[in-house]
Nanobody
Framework: QLQASGGGLAQAGGSLRLSCTAS????????LAWYRQVPGKEREYVAD???????NYADSVKARFTISRDNAKSTMYLQMNSLKPEDTAVYYC?????????WGQGTLVTVSS
């Protein structure tokens, strides 16, 4: 099970931190990622963090968002700074390893201008 939290309403320029906690698996073995989706549009990639510690970001969030993990807490994070109205979306966490994928339920982030 993946439980996401931390979404809410923020003003443009503000910050939010999303969390996603896993249970029932060896969390440290998994590659992690965050995606987001606006109603009527396809889900889009935001950032990923490999089980080896390497990170990648979509150009739209680079230098504003930071993905991280705490393996002891089986939790992944997405620190979002300098938020923009176009960051408004439902954010989803994902764990993956080889052909295995597990998605968390989404958490809504709304950024007002």
């Amino acid at each position: 099970q993946l439980q996401a939290s931390g979404g809410g309403l923020a003003q443009a320029g503000g910050s939010l931190r999303l969390s996603c906690t896993a249970s029932g698996l060896n969390f440290s073995s998994y590659n992690l990622a965050w995606y987001r989706q606006v109603p009527g549009k396809e889900r889009e990639y935001v950032a990923d963090l490999s089980n080896g510690g390497s990170t990648n970001y979509a150009d739209s969030v680079k230098a504003r968002f930071t993905i991280s993990r705490d393996n002891a807490k089986s939790t992944m994070y997405l620190q979002m700074n300098s938020l923009k109205p176009e960051d408004t979306a439902v954010y989803y966490c994902k764990l993956s390893l080889y052909d295995y994928r597990r998605w968390g339920q989404g958490t809504l982030v709304t950024v007002s201008s």
